[in-house]
């Protein structure tokens, strides 16, 4: 017998460390080289890791929930000669030797992500390891009945199919996933079952939760659930993405000396074109919003200000110009708040912008938004108005000069052609590093941004 043993990559620039979310593999379980045994979360993101070689499962060094220092061993395989009689039992007490029928209630999940400011994001969990009921800890058939499929669902005997965060909001809104009739594909239960079914409110919440979190809250009772009724306060491990984004913001706000400028306009012509893209033949299956019409707008203003667009490089003593953008948009994710960006963006057409952005947030809504796609970013937007607030002033992100937060749009009183009427209004905000950007540059990229949205036809003469 040959074992040959798989230590805990750096899946990102320069990590440290990385907590093992979920195992895929069993001692005793065949793998192929390429295969995924395992989820991790960095600092930065989930991500998957495959194995780079054949053979059988020898050992899972540590359970689900541990974090693990990089170059540490988290698997040996055999990979050669006979394989074991039995396969031995995992070093520490792994979770997946034998799950309980309700461990699925304990997987990383949390609310669908939005996209948002700064701060209003799901928390990092904190996981208890699966232990094996009571007499069956050695019988793999306690582990036949639930296992991922090629989907990434969770199937079990007399259990209904759900995804990982389905189940969390499920057990947040207190809802019984037996009793949700599915309308997904092949029986599969949505986010909008769950909603449908907890309208009512007719199935209690499970005796150990705690109340549901309202959507601008972090879901801490997954994270330490408590006995209700006697329990005052909850602590939540800080960890992983949350922790990265503390330390990353902490670090904006005493290094970048921070100015914010605000600009309150009319976006009416603007909403009137989103409803006119919308109905265009051309652009039929494509996601037309706001959002991609302000991100069109600021990549003009980019354009016709370049300078907004560049990073400050401490070490060298130089000011780095971007001749290209990469766009972000910032995320809540049941992980915490996350910037990916659309690499080039400022080479994109509008359906293609339209494309990227889609793609974007339905990643970050699965959970599979990789290190790649979160560097390397100059600039960024972040939509707080999706919460109904009418601004902030947003951190920048680290490395890049400016970011923009966009505002509720909402219908008030406007002076439009000498007289008031009711208008589409929103508030733009701009913070940028003033070692970069001085109060001239930040004006006239921010009164550019307010002015191709007031008169979107700017878009075609600007760009």
Same mark, same amino acid.
């Given at each position: 017998?040959?074992?040959?043993?798989?230590?805990?990559p750096?899946?990102?620039?320069?990590?440290?460390?990385?907590?093992?979310?979920k195992?895929?593999?069993?001692?005793?379980?065949?793998?192929?080289?390429?295969?995924?045994?395992?989820?991790?979360?960095t600092?930065?993101?989930?991500? #998957?890791?495959?194995?780079?070689?054949?053979?059988?499962?020898?050992?899972?060094?540590?359970?689900?929930?541990?974090?693990?220092?990089?170059?540490?061993?988290?698997?040996?395989?055999?990979?050669?000669?006979?394989?074991?009689?039995?396969?031995? *039992?995992?070093?520490?007490?792994?979770?997946?030797?034998?799950?309980?029928? /309700?461990?699925?209630?304990? /997987?990383?999940?949390?609310?669908?992500?939005?996209?948002?400011?700064?701060?209003?994001?799901?928390?990092?969990?904190?996981?208890?390891?699966?232990? =094996?009921?009571?007499?069956?800890?050695?019988?793999?058939?306690?582990?036949?009945?639930?296992?991922?499929?090629?989907?990434?669902?969770?199937?079990?005997?007399?259990?209904?199919?759900?995804?990982?965060?389905?189940?969390?909001?499920?057990?947040?809104?207190?809802?019984d996933?037996t009793?949700?009739?599915?309308?997904?594909?092949?029986?599969?239960?949505?986010?909008?079952?769950?909603?449908?079914?907890?309208?009512? +409110?007719?199935?209690?919440?499970?005796?150990?939760?705690?109340?549901?979190?309202?959507?601008?809250?972090?879901?801490? @009772?997954?994270?330490?659930?408590?006995?209700?009724?006697? @329990?005052?306060?909850?602590? +939540?491990?800080?960890?992983?993405?949350?922790?990265?984004?503390?330390?990353?913001?902490?670090?904006?706000a005493?290094?970048?000396?921070?100015?914010?400028?605000?600009?309150?306009?009319?976006?009416?012509?603007?909403?009137?074109?989103?409803?006119?893209?919308? *109905?265009?033949?051309?652009?039929?299956?494509?996601?037309?919003?706001?959002?991609?019409?302000?991100?069109?707008?600021?990549?003009?203003?980019?354009?016709?200000?370049? #300078?907004?667009?560049?990073?400050?490089?401490?070490?060298?003593?130089?000011?780095?110009?971007?001749?290209? +953008?990469?766009?972000?948009?910032?995320?809540?994710?049941?992980?915490?708040?996350?910037?990916?960006?659309?690499?080039?963006?400022?080479?994109?057409t509008?359906?293609?912008?339209?494309?990227?952005?889609s793609?974007?947030?339905?990643?970050?809504r /699965?959970?599979k938004?990789?290190? =790649?796609?979160?560097?390397?970013?100059?600039?960024?937007?972040?939509?707080?108005?999706?919460?109904?607030v009418?601004?902030?002033?947003?951190?920048?992100?680290?490395?890049?000069?400016?970011?923009?937060a966009?505002?509720?749009?909402?219908?008030?009183?406007?002076?439009?052609?000498?007289?008031?009427?009711?208008?589409?209004?929103?508030?733009?905000?701009?913070?940028?590093?003033h070692?970069?950007?001085?109060?001239?540059?930040?004006?006239?990229?921010? =009164?550019?941004?307010?002015?191709?949205?007031e008169?979107?036809?700017r878009?075609?003469?600007?760009?």
């Amino acid at each position: 017998m040959t074992i040959r043993e798989f230590k805990m990559p750096d899946v990102g620039e320069g990590l440290t460390e990385a907590e093992i979310l979920k195992w895929y593999v069993q001692p005793g379980d065949t793998v192929t080289d390429g295969q995924v045994v395992c989820e991790v979360e960095t600092a930065k993101a989930a991500v #998957e890791l495959p194995i780079p070689f054949d053979g059988t499962v020898h050992e899972l060094v540590f359970p689900e929930g541990t974090t693990v220092d990089v170059g540490q061993v988290i698997i040996s395989v055999n990979v050669g000669g006979d394989a074991p009689a039995a396969a031995p *039992a995992p070093a520490a007490p792994a979770p997946v030797a034998a799950p309980a029928p /309700e461990a699925e209630a304990e /997987e990383p999940q949390g609310r669908q992500p939005v996209l948002v400011g700064y701060g209003v994001a799901a928390t990092s969990t904190r996981r208890r390891a699966r232990k =094996a009921p009571a007499g069956s800890a050695a019988a793999p058939a306690a582990v036949v009945p639930e296992q991922l499929n090629g989907h990434g669902f969770v199937t079990a005997a007399a259990k209904p199919l759900a995804k990982p965060p389905v189940r969390k909001l499920a057990k947040d809104l207190g809802v019984d996933l037996t009793v949700v009739v599915p309308t997904g594909p092949d029986g599969i239960i949505t986010r909008e079952d769950v909603h449908r079914a907890a309208a009512p +409110v007719t199935e209690p919440a499970p005796a150990v939760a705690a109340p549901a979190p309202t959507p601008v809250q972090a879901p801490v @009772a997954v994270t330490a659930p408590v006995a209700a009724g006697d @329990a005052r306060e909850t602590r +939540v491990p800080i960890k992983g993405v949350r922790k990265a984004t503390a330390a990353a913001m902490v670090g904006s706000a005493f290094t970048a000396p921070h100015v914010t400028e605000f600009v309150t306009f009319d976006i009416t012509r603007t909403m009137k074109l989103v409803e006119e893209l919308k *109905a265009d033949k051309d652009l039929a299956g494509l996601r037309i919003n706001p959002l991609l019409i302000i991100a069109k707008a600021v990549l003009v203003a980019v354009r016709r200000n370049p #300078e907004i667009n560049a990073a400050w490089d401490e070490a060298a003593q130089e000011i780095v110009l971007k001749h290209y +953008v990469n766009l972000g948009i910032a995320a809540a994710t049941p992980r915490g708040l996350i910037v990916p960006n659309i690499k080039d963006a400022h080479a994109q057409t509008l359906p293609e912008l339209s494309r990227s952005l889609s793609e974007l947030v339905a990643t970050a809504r /699965e959970g599979k938004t990789t290190p =790649a796609a979160m560097q390397g970013g100059t600039f960024t937007i972040t939509n707080v108005g999706v919460f109904g607030v009418d601004t902030g002033t947003p951190i920048l992100n680290p490395g890049e000069s400016a970011i923009l937060a966009v505002g509720a749009i909402k219908l008030q009183p406007w002076v439009h052609k000498g007289k008031v009427k009711p208008r589409q209004v929103t508030t733009l905000a701009l913070s940028f590093d003033h070692r970069l950007v001085d109060g001239e540059l930040g004006s006239k990229f921010l =009164a550019d941004v307010a002015a191709v949205l007031e008169q979107p036809k700017r878009l075609m003469t600007w760009a």
